[in-house]
């Protein structure tokens, strides 16, 4: 407990943005602005077809198999049975009526989505001001849809230690440790907007995985977790644990970022 308690307090102190949050004010950068994912690559969050100044590209997760199975599986609530003609011919109406990302949320994700019952919570379009910066000057992440963990779920002494990266809102009610994040457009949507705030999703969800997966651990174990990258991030194999969606105009995306070891790392 002491060994992980030192671990995150010096990680927050080489950051300099121990106990600090972005609220999106004039001078913070986002998604919105090119430089954007410049500033995310040179903190190591990486996007889909990095390479290196070499040409050479990340290895694939360990797990990619396993994902790639479970796409493949059919949602029985989708089959001829239960999803009928005019199901999908309502679907396709809502879809195409949708004017703002407001309106996919509401009319059409939740079938996209599909019922998880009281498995997972849910939340959305609420500011992550409660997370540890990824680099001085980046506004915070507000993603349109994230399922996570009551936070009574995750003992206290964790939930103190890791707030800064599972605990994503200072409404501490609202699911803590964000998972299957998601983003939308609408029809006038951007899609290099869309693009940056998935990469920046992804990154800030899986750094709050592998907190928890290492938590206690005196040395991080890298290539146990996935989707997160961090500040001095590189090549590794790592598993594949947490998902963002992208959905733009009738397209459907899903990403899986996973861990990369740091260079120099052993």
């Known amino acids: 407990m002491n060994q992980s308690n030192s671990r995150t307090n010096k990680r927050q102190r080489d950051s300099g943005l121990a106990g600090s949050s972005f609220t999106g004010k004039t ?13 995310l690559i040179d903190r190591g969050v990486y996007p889909d077809g990095f390479r290196t100044l070499s040409g050479a590209k990340p290895p ?11 796409l493949s599986q059919p949602r029985p609530s989708l089959s001829p049975s239960q999803f009928s003609e005019g199901a999908f011919e309502d679907f396709q109406d809502k879809n195409r009526a949708v004017s703002t ?11 996209i989505r599909g019922s998880a019952g009281t498995r997972f919570h849910k939340a959305g379009n609420t ?29 206290l002494a964790v939930r103190r230690d890791l707030h800064g990266y ?7 009610d609202l699911p803590a440790a964000p998972n299957h994040l998601t983003e939308v457009k609408g029809p006038a949507g951007r899609a290099d907007v869309l693009r940056r705030q998935a990469m920046y999703a ?13 938590y206690g651990n005196a040395t991080p174990v ?4 996935a989707n997160y990258a961090p500040a001095s991030a590189h090549f590794c194999t790592g598993e594949a ?14 990403a899986a970022p996973y861990v990369m070891k740091a260079a120099g790392d052993s």
């Open 166 to 172: 599972i605990i994503p809102s200072t409404r501490t």
């Open 27 to 39: 001078g913070t950068t986002g998604p919105y602005d090119p430089q954007f994912e410049q500033m």
């Open 222 to 225: 890298n290539g146990c977790a």
């Open 127 to 155: 500011p992550f001001n409660n997370l540890v910066g990824f680099a001085p000057g980046i506004t915070e992440a507000k993603v349109d849809g994230y399922d996570g963990a009551r936070p009574i779920e995750i003992e």
């Open 60 to 70: 694939k997760p360990q797990n990619m198999e396993d994902i790639c199975r479970r």
């Open 241 to 254: 644990v947490i998902a963002t969606e992208l959905y733009d105009a009738s397209l459907l995306l899903l």
């Open 101 to 111: 990302e407001q309106d996919v949320m509401e009319d059409v994700f939740p079938t």
């Open 202 to 214: 992804g990154a800030v969800g899986a750094r709050g995985m592998f907190e928890l997966q290492n």
